[in-house]
């Protein structure tokens, strides 16, 4: 079974895609990314579907899927494919480009057969499902079963006898909040007053570490507004370029630096860039903040 799209064909059975009769070999979870998405291809897979079906049963973090997703476009970039086949559909998941044509083809002869005489012409309407793994291994059922019995039993027993509350996931901001904010900084502990000030004024804080962190959660996520330090790790102005990186895609979501900043030339270069503002003391780093959030909700309420 083969998906022809592009100038690129999707083996199934080898987990290769052939761009230009060169194949290139894909990871397990790249592989089901691209043909999830291919036979879901006339609709939007959300982020939570598609961590479901890449990662069931663990709990990944916010970035791992944009990750992936960034990754197998670039493995694609590389190998030559002429169009970007992944669509990120902000706010809702991904899907695959609407604009590419895709069709579906059976193998008449042997496995792989030649480079032009292995598929039919036809199209063969499947079911939707998702290859696991070639390395996944099937456990009999004479192992798994008493297992699955024995852990049964010492889950009933925990839920009967344990006297601490039921582990809970907690979600980055409050069931009634009303915005987000996406917080960059090498160093979150340090926020972590501001972050619970905030989040008591009902604001959502989700923090990253580094900028690209953030633009995967910006190409995922809408956010009311970003605070940012301005120097990680060996990079001084690491928060300026991340401005101004946001500023030439056409991203105008108000951005904050929350650092201390005495050069005037730099300054400016901030304002210059598009930046709403500098403050080095929480008291005005919660008045920008919350005034951004009081006049937002003014103009929604007009």
Known sequence: MEFQFANARLNIATQCVIINERSTQLDDRAFMLLHYLLQRRSQVCSHAELVKVLWPNTVVSDWSLPKLVSALRSQLNRAGLMQNCIVTVRGQGYRFAPAIAVSEHAFTGTLMGSAHGATTSSVIAQPVQVIAPRNTSILSVRYWLPVLVIALMCFIGLMTHSTEPAWELRHGEPSDAIGRILWVDDNPANNLQEKRYFERHRIGVYTVKTSEEALLLLQ???????????????????????????????????????????????????????????????????????????AKKSSLSD
Request: hydrophobic content about 35%; aromatic content about 10%.
């Open 220 to 294: 995922m996520y809408e956010y009311n507004l970003i605070i940012s330090d301005m120097g990680r790790a060996q990079e001084p102005l690491a928060g300026l370029k991340l401005l101004q990186q946001l500023r030439a895609q056409g991203n105008q979501t108000p951005y904050y630096f929350y650092t201390l900043i005495d050069n005037q030339a730099l300054l400016q270069v901030i304002a210059d860039s598009g930046g709403q503002g500098v403050t080095t003391e929480r008291p005005q780093l919660y008045g920008h903040i919350l005034s951004h959030f009081s």
